[in-house]
């Protein structure tokens, strides 16, 4: 009997069945997929942490041990592939004099590094002048010397007197934090400040340089490279890791003690790991379980039917099991056509936006994703058919089953304010998270567990559910009491029907009250997806601008600075909307080093963006008018306000290096707090007015250009370096390249690849809730619109009675979406306020794509609505017959 | 000529039904005209609602003529001057009754006021004031079937075609339905035109068609 039934829903209810397992296929497609990238994204989370650290471990030899037996004991670690012997020695400082004046700096390091570093090291050191190896200056100890390549450089030995050495190359180091970290000491205690003045020699060099330095001021690392074949999940690398950097100081019993830089790498990446999964939870979820919801409206329209079908089955003697068992043939029928469309169609949503069909993830991550949606696509299955008929069959008796009359019973949710209560505590909830500042994720550096607050993340929740109920609430009570209003809203369309239009909807307040929610759930989903990917790629790019500079910036520690010509050259440049010089000088604050930077603050604005969130003392536009008023004024660091106990106003004395080459004081006033700077670095640093900066240093020279492009930042960037030529030794940056080079572990997810994957299953669901529901909703009365068809009703006016329904439907659902939506990508993007770098002011919004969801969603409706015409075009007979 | 109201030739209705042609109707020619009550009777299946819908212009014929010299184009004929009146349930579900019983003349372009007047009037006629505001679904099938018949009479048509519309009542009330029905549209000057297996119903109309396995016999002597 179950083939026979099954024929014959195939045959009869062949609309339905799509519909339904349509809506199953929307929901496996958008787990699997979803589940399939961020199972995918952990694995290049890990391995984009691998990437980023230039040397995993730095292993401080301890106790007199003997180095070569050390680094034989460390090469026999587990998974290591590389091993070297990195020198370090103190300095009493350096001096260099360079045309007739002598410079001399504070205390530094000096380096002794083995041949063929750079090549198992790659990216530690970072060339900018002349050679990569032989003698090497740091760019900071150049700049304070005024020392270039082939420059002679007087290094202080620890023990008195001094070595001499021809310098053959200025270069960078990019992670002088971490080469220079203090090994062995408490976790938590305060990070030592990298040293400003370095220089790096060959080993042999050091070794005969530092032969009789006295003990305590050399030092030995065993640099360590490890193999990339860590586990795929960032917190299982990280545990992996740590285990062997205990292993490995086991074996050197004593001798040894590990800085595990891959270790704290992937200790940070644990964090963005939990991010991703949040992000997961609110972008893919909702999603998720708005499909859920369609699929159960879409079974749901056809369960008057199916409840005659069950009240003829057992007249004719059927039990009650047997109709459940009929039931689960048709989910079972459902579940196989949903299920196998929805991993097809991941598959193809893989090779399209990502290139695979495993989008990343290994077979295995990517079998048992496709195992847990499909299992969820045939539970959904189940839900959506069986329980209703397995309900229906235990609680109907033969005679109601056929014809169930009435008004139902208010649900218990909208007798007990459900709604109102969830949007009150979610409310409450957020107001407290975003009181008290909290971060929704905290990973302690080095404690294997992470502290999630679970409790916040009902936040979004609450605000979903009660925004839903709330919707068809509200829009229940509209239809029932609105009914004049609703005939005058009709009258454009319905003319003289207007009044029997807006009471049938009225009537129909049910079905439309619950379509209106599908609509409103779906176009939120949407819209608050879609603006927060928007809001996430713009502070991306902020974000990339901010450590490039500027679309495209030129940088170069030549001590000349740039060619004076540059910035009007470069403007007459295709694809250059503006270009501005800024100076970067260093700066001593008491004994602090800092950086400098001088800035027109009147027009930098102009060529990169000025946040308000780079600024602790007012707006943007607030701090550089008062930077602009003020021409001896400057901006420092909180930690410099609070070190200096600074109050606006306030003199501050700076020494600053003149043409002259040497530091002389300077004085400045204390106008505003700057936090972040474009280019500047994370730790303290200082803006000022680069007249007055040029003026007191008697060097107007700029060393950094920021070129603000209305064309491709690479081609500008290409068109810069031709024209300043191979030997400028200036280093031209463009933000496309910064954002590649500087991922952080959540950006490494990709997150353009999931908005891709989000924003078109936002349209699939948006498209898919308003035109199916819509279509379903019109089918099932298709009886209606015969007979109405039959008593003489002209296509315009069964338009009417459509049209009105679908704009009630579609313009409702859209506007209230929107509102939930964008007020739910406010609450997401607070709640995961830790994502963004630097937080948003506000939220973006994607017109495009938002003018696209509409366009999508009308073309669904009208199809619906013509098709629907279509069908009552001339009635049925099929349906006349039965009256 | 002006009161032929329906004049039809050789009509014929066949449909496919599983690779099989089913002849509903075959080769019925006959002629309708102002004023005229007559009763189409014949066993189920017989042929009788494929007929009334052909009359009534819900339904194209497969073979044949058909036209209203009278009424007008097909387009034309509903609403206004051909109505139906169905065995079944059709009231539309979300609309009450009275607003069921006003649609044809809003249909038509009647006003609110000029409709809800005539729907009111005819639910006193059928009484059924009482349940003006109810929903077809909060009344009984018999109820909703005077409904029905009183929404065919609304507008005024020259023709009401009726398909067994005391099939749902008792003799008693039947028997009244029948009589206000002949009375309102003797009032409107409308022909009637009722398929019905009852000879109780027939025994209003003058004229008595009989319908057989899709054959339409016209040359029934006259009742009365």
């Known amino acids: 009997m179950g083939l026979t039934w099954i024929t014959g829903l195939i045959r009869r209810r062949t609309g339905r069945l799509l519909g339904q397992a349509a809506g199953v296929a929307l929901v496996v497609l958008l787990l699997g997929s979803l589940g399939t990238f961020f199972t995918a994204a952990r694995g290049r989370m890990t391995s984009q942490a691998f990437a980023a650290v230039p040397t995993d471990w730095q292993i401080l030899v301890t106790g007199g041990a003997d180095v070569t037996v050390a680094q034989k004991t460390v090469l026999a670690g587990p998974g290591v592939t590389a091993a070297a012997t990195v020198s370090f020695a103190d300095t009493t400082g350096f001096k260099a004099t360079i045309s007739g004046t002598t410079q001399t700096t504070g205390p530094g390091k000096v380096l002794g590094l083995p041949p063929g570093f750079a090549a198992s090291f790659p990216g530690e050191i970072r060339p900018l002048v002349g050679a990569a190896d032989g003698v090497l200056l740091f760019q900071q100890t150049a700049a304070n010397l005024g020392a270039s390549v082939g420059s002679t450089v007087s290094v202080g030995l620890p023990g008195g007197g001094s070595a001499t050495e021809t310098v053959a190359g200025i270069v960078d180091l990019p992670y002088s934090d971490s080469l220079f970290q203090s090994i062995g000491v408490a976790a938590g205690s305060a990070p030592q400040a990298p040293p400003d003045n370095v220089m790096i020699l060959p080993a042999a060099t050091w070794q005969q340089v530092f032969a009789s330095a006295p003990s305590g001021s050399t030092a030995t690392q065993i640099f360590t490279s ?65 499909a859920g919801l369609l699929t159960s409206v879409i079974a749901s329209s056809g369960r008057e039917r199916r409840r005659r079908e069950q009240a003829l089955l057992r007249v004719r003697g059927a039990s009650p099991r047997r109709i459940v068992r009929l039931a689960a043939w048709e989910a079972g029928l459902t579940g196989v056509i949903g299920v196998s469309l929805g991993l097809a169609g991941g598959a ?43 309900k229906d069959a235990r609680a109907l008796s033969i005679a109601n089953a056929r014809a169930v009359v009435g008004t139902p019973k208010r649900p218990l949710w909208m007798r007990t304010y459900i709604d109102v209560l969830s949007l009150g505590a979610g409310s409450l909830i957020y107001w407290q998270a975003v009181k008290s500042g909290y971060q929704v994720v905290l990973a302690p550096e080095g404690v294997p567990t992470i502290s999630v607050s679970y409790f916040t993340l009902i936040a979004p929740l609450l605000f979903w559910v009660g925004a839903a109920l709330l919707i068809r609430r509200v829009g229940g009570t509209a239809l029932k009491r609105g009914r004049a209003v609703l005939a005058r809203l009709v009258r454009p369309l319905a003319h003289g029907l207007s009044g029997v239009v807006g009471a049938g909807m009225s009537r129909q307040r049910t079905p439309l009250a619950r379509g209106l929610t599908l609509m409103a759930l779906a176009a939120s989903f949407a819209v608050s997806v879609s603006v927060f990917n928007s809001t996430y790629a713009a502070q991306s790019r902020v974000d990339a601008q901010l450590t490039n500079g500027a679309d495209v910036a030129v940088t170069t520690a030549a001590a000349t600075g740039l060619p004076a010509t540059l910035a009007a050259a470069v403007s007459k440049l295709p694809g250059v909307a503006g270009a501005q010089p800024m100076l970067h000088r260093f700066a001593y604050v008491g004994n602090d080093l800092q950086d400098l930077y001088g800035v027109n603050p009147g027009t930098i ?41 600074l109050k606006p106003g306030d003199t501050l004395q700076l020494r600053l290096q003149f043409a002259d080459h040497q530091y002389h004081t300077v004085p400045f006033v204390y106008v505003g707090i700057a936090r972040e700077f474009p280019t500047a670095p994370h730790d303290s640093f200082l803006i000022a007015n680069s007249s007055y900066v040029a003026a007191q240093t008697g060097n107007p020279a700029a060393q950094t250009l920021l070129i603000k492009t209305n064309g491709s930042p690479p081609a500008v960037a290409a068109s810069v370096r031709q024209l300043l030529g191979t030997a400028s030794g200036a280093n031209v940056q463009d933000i496309v390249t910064q954002q590649k080079i500087t991922l952080s572990g959540l950006t490494a997810i990709d997150l353009a690849g999931l908005t891709r994957l989000e924003l078109v299953f936002a349209l699939l669901l948006a498209a898919g809730a308003s035109g199916l529901v819509l279509a379903l909703g019109l089918a099932e009365r298709r009886r209606m619109f015969a007979i109405a068809s039959a008593l003489g009703a002209k296509p315009r006016q069964l338009a009417a009675f459509i049209w009105s329904e679908a704009g009630f439907v579609a313009i409702g659902g859209s506007i209230l979406g929107g509102l939930v939506g964008w007020s739910i990508a406010q609450v997401i993007v ?35 609505g013509v098709g629907m015409l279509r069908a009552t075009h001339k009635p049925t007979m099929s349906i006349l017959r039965d009256l | ?72 184009p097909v387009g034309s004929l509903r609403p206004g001057p051909v109505a139906m009146a169905f065995q079944g349930p059709s009231l539309l579900p979300p609309l009450s009754v009275i607003e069921n019983v006003a649609l044809p003349v809003l249909l ?71 009589e206000e029905l002949m009375l309102e549209a003797d009032r409107t000057g409308c022909a009637v035109v009722i398929a019905t297996h009852d000879p109780a119903v027939a025994s209003y109309c003058k004229t008595r068609w009989s319908v057989k396995d899709g054959r339409l016999i016209t040359e029934v002597a006259a009742w009365a």
């Open chain 1, 348 to 390: 193809l949503m893989g090779r399209l936006a990502f290139g695979t069909s495993s989008f990343g993830a290994t077979t295995a991550q990517a079998v048992a994703v496709a195992i847990v949606a499909g299992v969820s696509g045939f539970a959904l299955s189940a839900a959506t058919v069986v329980v209703p008929a397995w």
């Open chain 2, 108 to 178: 038509a372009g009647g006003t609110e006021r000029d409709a809800r007047d005539e729907a009111s009037r005819l639910l006193d006629v059928f009484e059924l004031t009482e349940l003006a505001e109810k929903l077809p679904e909060e009344i009984s099938g018999g109820q909703q079937q005077r409904a029905g018949l009183a929404r065919a009479l609304a507008g005024g048509p020259k023709l009401l075609l009726a398909d067994e519309p005391t099939g749902q009542q008792d003799h008693v009330t039947g028997a009244r339905m029948m």
């Open chain 1, 605 to 645: 604005g102009s060529v990169t963006n000025m946040s308000n969130a780079f600024f602790g003392s007012g707006t943007a536009t607030q701090v550089l008018a008062t930077l602009a008023a003020t021409p001896n004024g400057v901006l420092v660091s909180d930690e410099t306000v609070i070190s200096f106990q």
């Open chain 2, 1 to 72: 000529m002006d009161d032929v109201l329906v004049r039809a030739g050789s009509l014929a209705r066949t449909y496919a039904a599983g690779g099989a042609t089913v002849t509903a109707l075959a080769d019925a020619t006959f002629t309708i005209r102002a004023l005229d009550r007559v009763a189409l009777m014949g066993p189920s299946g017989s042929g009788k609602t494929t007929l009334l819908h052909l009359m009534g212009g819900l339904d194209t014929p497969s073979t044949g003529e058909i036209s209203w010299p009278a009424l007008g």
């Open chain 1, 830 to 864: 607070k709640i995961l306020t830790g994502v963004f770098d630097p937080p948003p002011e506000h939220l973006s919004a994607p017109y495009g794509y938002l003018i696209a969801l509409g366009g999508a969603t009308a073309l669904a409706i009208i199809l619906a």
């Open chain 1, 226 to 290: 490890l193999s990339s074949q860590l586990p795929t999940d960032p917190g299982a690398a990280f545990a992996d890791v740590v285990g062997r950097a205990k292993n490995v100081e086991a074996s050197l019993a004593g001798g040894g003690l590990v800085g595990d830089n891959l270790g704290a790498q992937l200790d940070a990446t644990r964090k963005d790991a939990v991010y991703a999964e949040l992000l997961f939870l609110f972008l893919g979820l909702p999603g998720v379980i708005i």
